[in-house]
């Protein structure tokens, strides 16, 4: 299975930007690249996804390299609802549609007041 | 739109006793997931379904089951319940099989086995 990298922990200022760093070296050409995040006592929650261009959506941007061997959930001005873990997931298909997501431990982002 | 609900929110079992995790969604989605996570760790992937009456084994099925009447409901079955078990499950559900289509969570049942 390919797998992800991430940082244990991260911590960050309110109203500042954040960089999450992913890398995947052993990514194949047609995974995606996905991001989940969980707040505290509730289940995942999606965040973006892209395949190979840099992507944006209302929540965050995603910034892919060009070797696809790395990636960066960027939060442009993050809130303290922005704490939570952050996980950086290889869409792996397999026979039969079986999605097994790897969820690695993420990363721990904690917002400062 | 209630989405991905699970019942119960928390429970306490003791060694040998059996259960039932329910959970509904409300999207009509076919693609539905258990996942399990322990203090600390990713989620790992138990059972999941492809639609009304398919199921198949994920990463960690041994002790539990789970069965796919219906489009809205996939319960997972603890038959003998074991320490080990102690986790927080989550449901999921997707409206297909492209890796384009985003995962719903519900908001997770936490196990204990004593």
């Known amino acids: 299975d390919a797998k992800t990298t991430q940082p244990n922990s991260m911590e960050s200022n309110e109203e500042e930007p954040v960089h999450l760093p992913c890398n995947h070296s052993?990514?194949?050409?047609?995974?995606?690249i996905h991001w989940y995040r969980q707040l505290p006592s509730q289940g995942p929650e999606y965040v973006i996804h892209?395949?190979?261009s840099n992507v944006n959506n209302r929540m965050a941007s995603l910034a892919i390299a060009e070797d696809r061997k790395s990636s960066t959930l960027i939060l442009h001005r993050a809130t303290l609802r922005d704490a939570a873990v952050y996980y950086c997931?290889?869409?792996?298909?397999?026979?039969?549609?079986?999605?097994?997501?790897?969820f690695g431990k993420g990363t721990k982002l904690t917002v400062n007041p | 739109n209630a989405g991905v609900t699970q019942t119960p929110k928390f429970r306490i079992l003791k060694i040998g006793q059996s259960m039932t995790l329910q959970c509904t969604q409300d999207m009509n989605h076919n693609y539905m997931y258990w996942y399990r996570q322990d203090p600390g760790m990713g989620l790992k992937l138990i059972y999941y379904?492809?639609?009304?009456?398919?199921?198949d084994k994920g990463e960690v099925p041994n002790g539990y089951n789970v069965s796919r009447s219906t489009t809205e409901d996939f319960p997972l079955r603890l038959e003998l319940a074991a320490p080990s078990q102690t986790s927080v499950y989550f449901c999921?559900?997707?409206?297909?099989?492209?890796?384009?289509?985003?995962?719903?969570f519900g908001s997770g049942t936490q196990l204990s086995v004593l």
């Open positions: 379904s492809v639609g009304a009456g398919i199921t």
């Open positions: 997931i290889l869409r792996a298909r397999y026979q039969g549609g079986s999605e097994k997501l790897v």
């Open positions: 052993t990514i194949s050409g047609t995974d995606y």
């Open positions: 892209g395949l190979t």
């Open positions: 999921a559900s997707r409206r297909t099989d492209s890796t384009n289509e985003k995962l719903f």
